[in-house]
Every structure is written in C-alpha cells, then in structure tokens.
C-alpha cells in the first residue's frame, strides 16, 4: 500500500503493528505527519492502516505499508534503502524490538542474535540510514526506543526477569543515543532514548508473560509513553523516562559516570590490585 503524494511531514516506525508503535503511529497521524509503519505482520500493519484513514483526528494521512522483519539483512537493507530515499523523512522511530528474558545459559543463540539484529544493529543502520537526510535539511529527529531497564544491570536478577542481553541491547541504545546527540549538537537535528517502564503490550505475551501479574501502579499506558516522548523530544530531552519526575536522578547518574572516567584516567594501578 503505496502512501499518495502529499505536502505532510513524513514519519517512519518500527514495530508499529501493536503496542506503544501503534500507539505511536496513531498520535503522529494526528499532529500531521504521513506514516511509513513497518513490522513483519502485514494485516496488522493493513488494519492500523485503515483505522488510521477512518481517524476524524488524523484526516488527510497517507499511511504506507511496509513489511519486513528487521532481522534479516535483506528486510533491513530494504528499509535502509526506503528511509535514505525519502525527502520528506522528519522523524524515525526505532520502535521494533523484543524481551528475550531467559537465563543466558538457556537462551538460543539463534533468538539472542534476532534480539542482537533487532535492538542493536537494526537500530544503527536505519539511524544511519536516515541521518544525511536530516542534516542536509537541518531538522529531523530520531527516537530510539529502549527501556527503563537499561538502568537495572547493577540489581542483578533476583525477583526480576533474566535479562542480559536484552538489557546489554538497551543499555548500546542509551549510550549510542548520548553520544550520537553530542555529534549532532546545533545541526537541528535531534535524537532521543526513550525508557519506559512496564507497558501493556504484545511485547508481554510474546514471552507468556501475563502483564496483569504486575501491580497496577506500576503500569503504565502506551499513550502516555508516546506523550512523554514527544514532550521530551520538544524539550530536548536526550534520555527520556516517562516515570521519572525528578530529572536530577539521571543527572546524577551522569554526574557519577563523569567523575569514575576522570578519577581513572592514569596510569597507575590501583593500589587493591598490587602484588
């Protein structure tokens, strides 16, 4: 399903045949943009399509299909392509994406290198791919969907999910995002790593996961994760946590993360380590 020709913003999403994408491609149908919604499944995207058309808030929006699995180097390069050639690219969301929670002994490396393909390289190659676009027309933004979770490494497991490299793959999110925006400071283009916390989606019963088994305050909606986001992103916001409502948390983490690189940038051995 080919989108018309329009004067309206593009916007491209991964992942948006459910969840906080769909949700994401719902809300960018109404603020104006024509959509590129991309996912493996092609009825759901076809649905999202037609709800979309019928939307009285989002009159007017084109909504072109793409099915690929982001997994697979030949889908991905097909999306790569798509997002290079268009002109009127204003925003990507990297949305796609999967838990994999499993104790790591156990997990297939098959599936650990879907979730590799998908969260990681999937997620570089179409912010690639969409850059010089962007920067030729000095404005553009890229959301990076990651995951509160990226933040947990230091709890262990315990009562919460296994989750190695599925947190590894977020945790590459945040810090590509931060440093990519360091690169991109004054071009008009903006990136952002958005982390939100348990969500009910898909993404829950993919892994049998039944997403009423957590209390209720602390679930939280896709349409306000899309909200915050967009929010974020107007701000400036780089890492944007829906739940967070003190932003001096983060900074502090930051503000750590700076000091530990500084203290250890020597040549001398610590003394714990000496013979």
Known sequence: M???????????VTG????????FAERLARD???????????????ALAERLKKDQKAAGVNVEVLVADLSKP???????????????????????????????????PDVAEELINVQVLAVTRLTRA??????ARGKGAIINVSSRLAFSGSLGSGQMP???????AKAYINAFTQLLQSELDG????VQALCPGVVPTEFHARMGIDSNQYPPAIV?????????????LKSGEVICIPALDDPALLTQIQESERRLFETTRTGSLARRYEP
């Open 130 to 135: 969409a850059l010089p676009g962007m920067l």
């Open 187 to 190: 071009t008009g283009v903006q």
């Open 74 to 108: 030949a889908d991905l390069h097909a999306v790569e392509k798509h997002i290079s050639e268009d002109k009127t690219l204003e925003l990507l969301v990297n949305n796609a994406g999967f838990g994999g929670y499993m104790p790591f002994a156990q997990l297939d």
């Open 16 to 23: 948006a045949s459910s969840g906080i994408g769909a949700v």
């Open 32 to 46: 104006g943009y024509d959509l590129i919604v991309v996912a493996r499944r092609r009825e759901k995207l076809e």
């Open 2 to 12: 080919a989108a018309k020709t329009s004067n309206r913003p593009h916007a491209l």
């Open 162 to 168: 296994k989750r190695a490299t599925y947190v590894g």
């Open 220 to 232: 939280m909606k896709a349409e306000d994760v899309v909200a915050a986001s967009l929010a974020g």
